[in-house]
């Protein structure tokens, strides 16, 4: 199993360029999400999913969007890049069932670290 | 508004002593805390969680109590080894609310 992967693992954007951050994983989880991490600063969740095509924001939406067409894949679009962008994006991924909701323990991807200029 | 309070941005211990991590929340309705350690470029990984029912639980070295009325929970790690230097994360969820992530703690184990 490789888990839940990430591409790219750096990057760097123009402001106002556009990209999409890939995270799949290998493990069945119904939960996917997307969190990014600034500098000293804990993880903020964009965006969730808690099956395909069922995707919900998280705290800090604005500027992103996602799809989920299939239970592997998560990815995440960057319209229109801004400097406030700049950060590390974490995809995760977690097995929940019935009330437990979004309990199951998060297995996290390595990162994308994204600089936008 | 911080729900999750991680006051100490760093500590440092030495090799074989007892580390001690702290976490405050403020939201009443959290039932289920966690917590991740992360290396350096890397993602976060799961160590150990407690639910409101409980008050501690324990997996080998690693122990985390709650104390529900002072909304407060710590993670000891005995002893403390120069493998566990690293950034600890507490998160905290409601019933069917995602995690709440605090803003870590960098644990450096001396020596």
């Known amino acids: 199993n490789a888990g839940v992967t990430q591409t790219p693992k750096f990057r760097i954007l123009k402001i106002g360029q556009s990209m999409t951050l890939q995270c799949a994983q290998d493990m069945n989880h119904n939960y996917m999400y997307w969190y990014r991490q600034d500098p000293g600063m804990g993880l903020k969740l964009i965006y969730y999913s808690v099956g395909a095509g069922i995707t919900d924001k998280g705290e800090v939406p604005n500027g992103y969007n996602v799809s989920r067409s299939t239970t592997e894949d998560f990815p995440l679009r960057l319209e229109l890049a801004a400097p406030s962008q700049t950060s590390v994006y974490f995809c995760?991924?977690?097995?929940?069932?019935?009330?437990?909701?979004?309990?199951?323990?998060?297995?996290f991807g390595p990162g994308t670290r994204l600089l936008v200029l | 508004d911080q729900q999750v309070k991680q006051n100490s941005p760093s500590l440092s211990v030495q090799e074989g002593r007892i580390s001690i991590l702290n976490c405050d929340y403020t939201?009443?309705?959290?039932?289920?805390f966690l917590w991740y350690k992360k290396y350096p470029a890397e993602g976060p990984t799961f160590l150990i969680s407690?639910?409101?029912?409980?008050d501690k639980n324990e997996d080998g070295r690693f122990t985390v109590f709650l104390n529900k009325s002072a909304k407060h929970l710590s993670l000891h790690i005995v002893p403390s080894q120069p493998g566990d230097s690293a950034v600890y994360f507490c998160a905290a969820s409601a019933p069917n609310t995602p995690l709440v992530f605090g803003k870590g703690t960098r644990l450096s184990v001396i020596a």
């Open positions: 939201n009443s309705m959290f039932d289920y």
């Open positions: 995760a991924s977690s097995y929940s069932s019935g009330l437990a909701g979004g309990r199951g323990t998060q297995y």
């Open positions: 407690i639910s409101s029912i409980k």
